[in-house]
């Protein structure tokens, strides 16, 4: 397994979605819901949106947990990818939120299941950095590169440099802290809606760097071992087609298959050789999630990866007992036969 794709994620289903009237003023990703559809109709339509997103996972091979949200007060519950990151070494990191009404997706029977069925053995919290205004959104304020340990941040005041500091000096990871606006001077709010990086590709709005020298510098950064990077247009980047992620499936037969999962409406705004590129290293699988997409968030921003080694089931750790003893008796005084 990659390093960089996980195989297996946790995603929020969430009774009651609706566009955050609390993250309006600076994600201009976000839309208004359309005129006369009424909000139960689109919690409706979000419900089933998600259902696809975990049922193509599956399909593709990628463990996927699910976990009901029937709180009203939460709605951007359905993005967990701004308060949790897992990573390998059995290290978890919990952040702090910019909207007040979005620090309560925080929950404590996620991280619970996380210490049954995965290895961890250490949860970092920095969410007590709230009170203080200097907050750090998760994977949507960092796209990180696990494998060169490299934390990509599009600076704002929903990615403070100095808890970037902080979160790459415990988990161990380089920052390469950059601006980044579109053509109108506003800056981006989330790097996960201008980047995506894979094992050997990358998704990167480039010219949302602004520094020429910056620029070149991630550049350098992404490609440096090889990984090609595919270079996205303002436009795109405005269909979603940086809020992509790699995972790691499998086949029916077993076999491992990375897949990149973005949008439908992502994938169609995507050029046949940006197609041909992604598909060098993996099959894009996309989902039409055109209410979840009204929030400003789009398919990344809904999954939660999961960067940890699995805990053995009861019965394979029976299985195993069972398998030393049948190699090694002992006797009743605890002596080995051997």
Request: glycine share 6%.
């Amino acid at each position: 397994m990659s390093a960089q794709a996980p195989s297996a994620v946790v995603l929020i289903r969430a009774d009651k979605f609706l566009p955050n009237p609390h993250t309006a003023a600076d994600n201009a990703f976000q839309s208004d819901v359309p005129a006369g559809l009424a909000d139960e109709l689109v919690s409706t339509r979000a419900l089933a949106e998600m259902d696809a997103v975990a049922e193509a996972l599956r399909e593709a091979g990628v463990t996927v947990h699910v976990f009901a949200d029937e709180d009203h007060t939460r709605p951007d519950s359905v993005f967990p990818n701004n308060w949790l990151s897992t990573h390998a070494g059995g290290y978890v990191a919990v952040y702090p939120m910019y909207a007040s009404n979005r620090r309560h997706e925080r929950r404590a029977d996620i991280l619970e299941m996380l210490k049954s069925q995965y290895r961890v053995q250490t949860i970092i919290d920095y969410s007590g950095l709230e009170p203080d205004g200097i907050f750090l959104e998760g994977t949507g304020a960092m796209v990180l590169d696990h494998m060169s340990r490299v934390a990509y941040t599009a600076v704002s005041h929903r990615a403070d440099t100095h808890v970037l500091e902080r979160f790459c000096s415990d988990f161990n990871y380089e920052p390469m802290a950059f601006e980044a606006v579109d053509t109108g001077g506003v800056p981006v709010y989330h790097t996960n809606v201008m980047a995506c990086v894979g094992t050997d590709v990358a998704l990167f709005a480039l010219d949302m760097i602004p520094d020429k020298y910056r620029r070149e510098q991630v550049r350098e950064r992404l490609s440096v071992n090889g990984r090609r990077v595919v270079e996205l247009t303002e436009e795109q980047v405005r269909e979603f087609a940086g809020n992509a992620v790699e995972l790691c499936g499998r086949t029916p037969e077993g076999r491992r298959r990375y897949v990149m999962v973005m949008s439908g409406r992502a994938r169609r705004s995507l050029r046949p050789d940006q197609v041909a590129a992604i598909e060098e290293s993996c099959e894009i699988v996309a989902i039409d999630i055109p209410t979840i997409e009204l929030a400003g968030g789009s398919v990344r921003c809904m999954i939660a990866g999961v960067h940890l080694d699995r805990r053995p089931e009861e019965h394979e750790l029976t299985l195993a007992v069972e398998a030393i003893n049948e190699d090694h008796p002992i006797t009743a005084d605890g002596r080995d036969v051997a």
